[in-house]
């Protein structure tokens, strides 16, 4: 597994806030998991179309260890896995909500192209 060279340097609130749910898909996983409650893994690739499983799998772990989602395991054969926001997860829907209605202000939406859940979230603001 990749591991960095640097540890991020940190100096604000909003560069913190960044690294947490910036990015293209760590914003995408929260959004996701906010529309559907709870997933297990191969619901959630579904959902996200085009993520590997090796990003998809590093992005979980790094939104786990920042407690965002929520990680459950049920002691059943075949193992059962499912991923959720947690309480602090859920608290960075109404913030992503607000960015995705400030971008669609200068953001020409291309239908095929916008997920299902980014067509949700002129409902909810």
């Known amino acids: 597994m990749y591991k960095k060279k640097l540890e991020?340097?940190?100096r604000c609130?909003?560069?913190y806030g960044l690294e947490i749910f910036g990015g293209k898909w760590n914003s995408r996983i929260i959004c996701v998991l906010d529309n559907k409650k709870v997933l297990r893994y191969?619901?959630?690739r579904t959902e996200m179309?085009?993520?590997?499983?090796?990003v998809l799998a590093s992005t979980l772990k790094d939104l786990m260890a920042n407690?965002?989602?929520i990680r459950k395991s049920y002691d059943e054969i075949p193992p059962k896995v499912e991923y959720s926001l947690s309480d602090k997860g859920k608290s960075v829907v109404p913030i992503l909500?607000?960015?995705?209605?400030w971008s669609g202000i200068f953001y020409k939406e291309s239908n095929e192209d916008t997920m299902i859940q980014c067509k949700k979230c002129d409902h909810v603001i």
């Open 42 to 44: 191969s619901e959630l």
């Open 97 to 101: 909500q607000s960015v995705c209605k």
């Open 49 to 54: 179309g085009n993520i590997t499983d090796a």
């Open 13 to 15: 609130p909003l560069e």
């Open 67 to 69: 407690d965002i989602v």
């Open 8 to 10: 991020p340097d940190i």
